[in-house]
């Protein structure tokens, strides 16, 4: 009776042990993760709909840019955080406008202006941690 239970156990702890050896590991991301990720999907998408000359969905993902990016620098506690999240704001309205105008050469520009905030950030900020 000891060699059955022993065998059924060893079967179950095997088979449960598989089961989760399929899954995944997913790891649950930090709020800001979460809003840079945004951020970068909003800007590839921005350089690809330029080449198509898509100036509409280059507007509409500049205007969630700097909704989302003055939603935040107003919240953020940390000075240059907030200095560096507010100026994308307010590069993203400037391709937004551009857009409108059919602009590309400002928005490509305006983009790698966005760029360069991102980087400053990511060096004084992220990654100094």
């Given at each position: 009776?000891?060699?059955?239970?022993?065998?059924?156990?060893?079967?179950?702890l095997?088979?449960a042990?598989?089961?989760?050896?399929?899954?995944?590991?997913?790891l649950?991301l930090?709020p800001?993760?979460?809003m840079m990720?945004?951020?970068?999907?909003?800007?590839?998408?921005?350089?690809?709909n330029?080449?198509?000359?898509?100036?509409i969905?280059?507007?509409?993902?500049?205007?969630e840019?700097?909704?989302?990016?003055r939603k935040?620098?107003?919240?953020?506690?940390?000075?240059?955080?907030?200095?560096l999240?507010?100026?994308?704001?307010?590069?993203?309205?400037?391709?937004?406008?551009?857009?409108a105008?059919?602009?590309?050469?400002?928005?490509?520009?305006?983009?790698g202006?966005?760029?360069?905030?991102?980087?400053?950030?990511?060096?004084?900020?992220?990654?100094?941690?």
């Open positions: 009776m000891k060699m059955i239970i022993a065998i059924l156990s060893a079967a179950i095997a088979s042990l598989s089961a989760c050896a399929g899954d995944e590991v997913k649950q930090r800001s993760q979460i990720q945004a951020r970068k999907a909003w800007m590839m998408a921005m350089f690809e330029l080449g198509a000359k898509n100036f969905a280059v507007a509409r993902d500049a205007d840019l700097a909704a989302q990016t935040a620098g107003e919240k953020s506690l940390n000075p240059l955080g907030k200095e999240t507010l100026a994308i704001s307010s590069l993203a309205g400037d391709i937004s406008a551009a857009a105008r059919q602009d590309g050469d400002t928005a490509k520009a305006k983009l202006e966005i760029g360069g905030k991102c980087g400053e950030c990511h060096a004084s900020i992220r990654d100094k941690k």
